[in-house]
């Protein structure tokens, strides 16, 4: 069965916390059902990816139940949140992926189906990161969700990043301005720009002095 796209964003258990939940399910059978839903077009596993490999492993028959209704990514976000070991980056990155635009939720009572944590209960200076990451570097909104690299130097990285690919659009637009001819040998890969830069400074030093000796005579 497939799995919903915002499902599967979430890391599968490591081999031996799986080998644990299979005998766990093999002794005491499975609790809580594989959840699936309708999704363009087709059904797909919605929630229990674990459940449903623990229950191979273990040769016992797993139970599903069909969403009716609820809101499959206030869903699978509340479930996976809230079950797992998760950084308050980690949260901030799965809820961005899962609603990478802001977005409010209508908030369901307590205890029913899907409720929990959604895009409005993440804090917002840490949510609006995690957006501004994904949108700039997914790679690395990938290492934030993985856990190798937190979010806070995520963010530095990318805030570091716009700000040199800011300077280099400033400086090409510089160029094509007033050494077009030199735009070009940058573009061509046959000047590096900082070189570029320089010798755009070299010309209007030269045309500068070439002025001031003409005045002179």
Do not use: W
């Given at each position: 069965m497939k799995v919903h796209p915002d499902a599967d964003i979430f890391p599968m258990m490591p081999d031996d916390e799986l080998a644990v939940l299979a005998e766990d399910i093999k002794a005491n059978g499975l609790i809580h059902p594989i959840i699936t839903g309708d999704f363009e077009g087709g059904e797909v596993l919605v929630d229990g990816r674990n459940r449903l490999r623990a229950c191979e492993m273990?040769?016992?028959?797993?139970?599903?139940?069909?969403?009716?209704?609820?809101?499959?990514?206030?869903?699978?976000?509340?479930?996976?949140?809230?079950?797992?070991?998760?950084?308050?980056?980690?949260?901030?990155?799965?809820?961005?992926?899962?609603?990478?635009?802001?977005?409010?939720?209508?908030?369901?009572?307590?205890?029913?189906?899907?409720?929990?944590?959604?895009?409005?209960?993440?804090?917002?200076?840490?949510?609006?990161?995690?957006?501004?990451?994904?949108?700039?570097?997914?790679?690395?909104?990938?290492?934030?969700?993985?856990?190798?690299?937190?979010?806070?130097?995520?963010?530095?990285?990318?805030?570091?990043?716009?700000?040199?690919?800011?300077?280099?659009?400033?400086?090409?637009?510089?160029?094509?301005?007033?050494a077009p001819d030199i735009a070009d040998l940058v573009v061509e890969e046959k000047l590096k720009l900082a070189e570029g830069l320089s010798a755009l400074d070299a010309r209007i030093t030269e045309t500068r002095r070439q002025q001031e000796t003409a005045t002179r005579v």
């Amino acid at each position: 069965m497939k799995v919903h796209p915002d499902a599967d964003i979430f890391p599968m258990m490591p081999d031996d916390e799986l080998a644990v939940l299979a005998e766990d399910i093999k002794a005491n059978g499975l609790i809580h059902p594989i959840i699936t839903g309708d999704f363009e077009g087709g059904e797909v596993l919605v929630d229990g990816r674990n459940r449903l490999r623990a229950c191979e492993m273990a040769g016992v028959k797993p139970t599903f139940r069909k969403l009716n209704g609820e809101d499959q990514k206030a869903f699978i976000l509340s479930v996976n949140i809230n079950r797992r070991h998760m950084t308050a980056g980690q949260r901030a990155m799965a809820t961005a992926v899962i609603y990478p635009t802001p977005t409010k939720l209508k908030r369901k009572r307590a205890g029913q189906a899907g409720s929990g944590r959604g895009p409005d209960q993440i804090d917002s200076s840490i949510l609006a990161k995690a957006r501004a990451v994904l949108a700039f570097a997914p790679d690395l909104a990938s290492a934030v969700l993985a856990g190798s690299v937190t979010l806070n130097d995520a963010h530095a990285k990318v805030k570091q990043d716009r700000l040199t690919l800011e300077s280099t659009e400033a400086s090409m637009a510089r160029l094509r301005a007033e050494a077009p001819d030199i735009a070009d040998l940058v573009v061509e890969e046959k000047l590096k720009l900082a070189e570029g830069l320089s010798a755009l400074d070299a010309r209007i030093t030269e045309t500068r002095r070439q002025q001031e000796t003409a005045t002179r005579v």
